[in-house]
């Protein structure tokens, strides 16, 4: 006989990344019952994130409606990060308003940087031009030949591991079971999604399944064609270093905000954390689901940031990893009902996951409850890919 885990839960989510276990919470706020099937909860993609809140300086020319969403998301990131410590029992998730500074090395970058400024502008972003000596002004390690730069004041940073073991405990605490095992089965009653099967046979049945497995969404066995989401994995490579001198710790912040730059075509991002780490990011590789660090991964990391900031290989490097990002063809995530009744998505966040997490666990809660996406969330069903169009019966 097939062991079931009981009693049956209203919603199972499948992952207990950042996204489902932000899902998991928010639903059991409003009264559902849910299970979390993970190995490792809280430690998914974010465990290898920066945790850069930017939704101005991540926007690309054609993604107007996921800047919305960020925006959205961002905008709610004090108050949940407040009431995240308050019911984690005091965990603090790293919530920093520090801005984020852009800046370009030379003319071409520069150019380009300044085209995207006047893009920002024209969808009436706050954003302000600097020179190079106004940028300097603001990091005095930058290296003297920075070209210009955009200061946008309302980008911030959250550190991805403490939000991540923040979730875990609050979702304890708010009564959601965590299965400390990887799903091994979508399982179907009919036409409809009806739970998963675990690695170790355990059957858990529940009236709706969320899928929030980050890059392996699309690759959970007994998903039925309709339903096999878009997502494919997008390597990057991070370090960690520390800001601080082999003699001790510096005379000066070696970096005071988000620091984004463009080096000779290649996008780079700093993000430097209170306690003294230097997050250093990030290599974009298809590769697979490959998590292999490499030499020349580093090494252009490190070439790249040693040509903004001169005095980054001073620092000690204390850990290098690399991680999957859950990309899908148009970068934008995967929210709500997929082809299968039963199934939701919570999926597909790319570069955004940590940004996104607040804006996810309302829309998919609040769905789960009423079953309507609110308007920032109801852009990225996966019915708007032409394979994934809802029939009349899941809608």
Known sequence: MVPSAAPRPDVLVVGGGIIGL????????????????????????NHVAAGMLAPVTELQYGEEPLLRLG??????????????????GGLDIGYRRCGTLAVALD????????????????????????????????EPMLAPDVRGGTLVAGDHQVDPRRLGLALVEACRRAGVTLHRSRAAELLLDGDRAGGARVEDGTVVRAERTVL???????????????????????????????????????PMPFLSRNLRAVV??????????????LVLGATM????????????????????????LPGVTELPLVETSAGLRPGTPDNAPLL??????????????????????????????????????PPEAAPFTPARFPQHRLPEFAR
């Open 22 to 45: 932000a899902v998991a919470w928010r639903s059991a706020q409003r009264g559902l019952t849910v299970t979390v099937l993970d190995p490792d909860p809280g430690h998914g993609a």
């Open 71 to 88: 925006i959205a998301s961002n905008e709610r990131y004090a108050d949940f990060a407040t009431e995240l410590t308050e019911a984690s």
């Open 107 to 138: 003319a071409d970058d520069r150019a380009e940087l300044r085209e995207v400024h006047e893009f920002q502008q024209r969808l009436g972003l706050e954003t302000q031009w600097l020179t190079g000596r106004e940028c300097r002004r603001l």
């Open 212 to 250: 929030a497995a980050g890059s392996w969404s699309g690759e959970l066995p007994g998903l039925p064609p309709e339903a096999q989401l878009p997502t494919r994995p997008v390597k990057g490579q991070v370090l960690r270093l520390r800001m601080e001198s082999l003699q001790g710790p510096l």
């Open 264 to 277: 000779k075509g290649v996008h780079l991002y700093l993000v430097p954390r209170e306690n003294g780490e």
């Open 285 to 308: 590789e298809e590769q697979g689901f490959d998590t292999t660090v490499t030499a020349g991964g580093v090494y252009e990391l490190l070439r790249d940031a040693r040509e903004l």
């Open 336 to 373: 709500g009902p997929t082809a299968v009744p039963g199934l939701v998505a919570a999926t597909g966040h790319h570069r955004n996951g940590v940004l996104l997490t607040p804006v996810t666990g309302d829309a998919l809660a609040a769905y789960l409850t009423t079953g309507e996406l």
